[in-house]
Structures are given as structure tokens and as C-alpha cells.
């Protein structure tokens, strides 16, 4: 906070920051693992924040769990069993559920108490956290994935930056056991940072995705959230290409209702600019483009 507590203030990497304006604080507690705030502000509605740090804001929150889950979502032919680490708001659980098939979503939150602060603070969000296909885990991700005899078709990582109790979720050793829990066609999607301010934990995240995938790709989102504007999630798989494998009439077919996502931005997001299929040359794989 500054001034008068009336703007919320995130420095990322100590050289850039952003603001937005305060009506009022929500909520503020401290668990564990973190400092945890949700704000009433004036232009972007409530936001989360975790150790200082913008997580969503309702404004435009619908993009980054729009893109999070119906990528993988509509690649995967036939998703029933989704894992979601982190995400304890329940954004992208609540994605997930549009689509009909689903079985079971286990959602395995480190901090109960961002899970509790936004069932009551951010029901948008939170509400799909009770459905009755929604297991909610209150557990180290690293650990679960670790221990789980379960299968999934989908494992969604939706963390924080590599700090803290998230920064395991970067390591080789946890991306080797997702692989082990994912059934054949099984797709992996992570939070993969800002390409302009994070470049030197993009690359090594990859790198430590690399080995245990054989396809491995790159998509990016627009966010008023974040500093800097444009992020990016990683997408891999042993099998499936994220645009090859992509049927574009089956989104138009299904009836979801998104606001940001549709079978043109999901195409488009593959769609690298130069600087960054340059820097990552090495790492990631071309997308398979059909015309």
C-alpha cells in the first residue's frame, strides 16, 4: 500500500510496478505460508493479492482461467479426470465444469486459507469449489502429486511465481512425477510467467519440463493484472499437438460460453512473436499449423 492506503502497489522483480486504487480492504490474514489481502478497488473490482502480489483481479480474471483450462480442455479428445495444484480461488475449477464430460477435479491447494478467504470474498470465482465433482485437497502439490496412485487427463498448475511454497513446482523432479500421473493422451498445462520480465525462470522451467515430454510448447494471454501485460502458460504432452490435434468446430459446437477464449484465440495464442521462438528455440517445439 501508499499514501493514505488507497492504492495497492506490486514491484515485480524490484524494476517495474503497478497500481490500482482502493475503496477498501475485504480481507487481510497471514497463514503459514503467506500474507494474503482481497480489495475492494475502483476500477478493477476485487482483487487477490499473495505477499504483496496481484494473483487476479475481477476484471479480468476470466481471461487467464479462460485460457488455462480450455486450451488443454478442448486439445485432450476426451478429458474426464482434471488435477488442478494451486488455483485455490476455484477460477480455474470453475472452467473446467463447463465442460459436460468432466468426472472428477481434484483441487490441491497448499493454503486453506486463500481457499477460505475467497469462498467468502470471491464467490465468481470460488462457487464451483462445492460441486459435487470437485474434490477440494488441502495439501503440498509436490507432495500429492508424489504420493497419488491416481490417473488424470489433464494436470493443471496454476501457481504463483517460483517463491516460497510454489517454488518446488518449477523443479525437474516434480514435472517427472506429473508425467507419471498422466494417462497416454494426458496434456500438462503450467503458469509460465511474463516473457518480458521473467525470462530466467522461463527458460530453466522448460528446460526441467523438456525431458519427461515429448511435445512442448509455448501459448500466450493478455492480462491488465500482471506487470507487463503479456504472460504465457506452457503446454506438454507425450502426444498431442496443441494446434494439430485442436478441432476448432468442436469449441464452436459446444456451446461454452467464455469471454475471452474461442477457437481463434486459441490458435493465435501458439503464435509466437520472433524474440521469444528465439530465445526458446532450443526448448520448445514448432506447433503443427494445418493450413
Not at 1 to 24: D, R, T, Y
Not at 50 to 61: T, V, Y
Not at 146 to 162: G, L, Q, R, W, Y
Not at 205 to 227: D, W
Request: charged share 20%; with cysteine.
Amino acid at each position: 500500500m501508499s499514501g493514505f492506503n488507497l492504492w495497492a502497489i506490486e514491484v515485480h522483480n524490484g524494476i517495474v510496478s503497478l497500481g490500482f486504487k482502493v475503496e477498501k480492504t475485504l480481507f487481510t490474514g497471514q497463514s503459514r505460508f503467506q500474507k494474503v489481502d482481497i480489495l475492494k478497488t475502483t476500477e478493477h473490482g476485487i482483487v487477490l493479492m499473495n505477499d504483496g502480489l496481484f494473483m487476479l483481479s475481477e476484471k479480468d480474471e476470466f481471461v487467464y482461467h479462460e485460457m488455462i483450462a480450455h486450451v488443454p480442455m478442448f486439445v485432450h479428445p476426451c478429458p474426464k479426470k482434471v488435477l488442478v495444484i494451486g488455483g485455490g480461488d476455484g477460477g480455474a475449477v470453475r472452467e473446467i465444469l463447463k465442460h459436460p464430460q468432466i468426472e472428477k477435479v481434484v483441487l490441491v491447494e497448499i493454503d486453506e486459507l486463500v481457499v477460505n478467504a475467497c469462498r467468502k470474498y470471491m464467490p465468481f470465482v470460488s462457487y464451483a469449489l462445492d460441486d459435487p465433482k470437485v474434490q477440494v485437497v488441502i495439501d503440498d502439490g509436490v507432495k500429492y502429486v508424489a504420493k497419488t496412485k491416481e490417473k488424470f487427463d489433464v494436470v493443471i498448475v496454476d501457481s504463483t511465481d517460483p517463491i516460497g511454497p510454489s517454488k518446488p513446482l518449477f523443479d525437474k523432479s516434480f514435472y517427472k512425477n506429473v508425467a507419471g500421473l498422466l494417462c497416454p493422451d494426458g496434456i500438462l498445462v503450467t503458469q509460465a510467467e511474463s516473457p518480458f520480465y521473467d525470462s530466467h525462470i522461463q527458460g530453466p522451467m522448460l528446460m526441467n519440463q523438456r525431458q519427461f515430454f515429448k511435445k512442448l510448447h509455448l501459448y500466450l494471454y493478455t492480462t491488465i493484472t500482471y506487470p507487463g501485460g503479456l504472460w504465457a502458460f506452457s503446454f506438454a504432452s507425450d502426444r498431442l499437438c496443441p494446434v494439430g490435434d485442436f478441432d476448432p468446430e468442436r469449441v464452436d459446437a459446444s456451446n461454452i460460453s467464455t469471454r475471452y477464449y474461442n477457437s481463434r484465440m486459441h490458435m493465435a495464442a501458439f503464435a509466437l512473436p520472433n524474440f521469444l521462438s528465439e530465445q526458446l528455440a532450443k526448448v520448445i517445439d514448432p506447433v503443427a499449423y494445418r493450413f
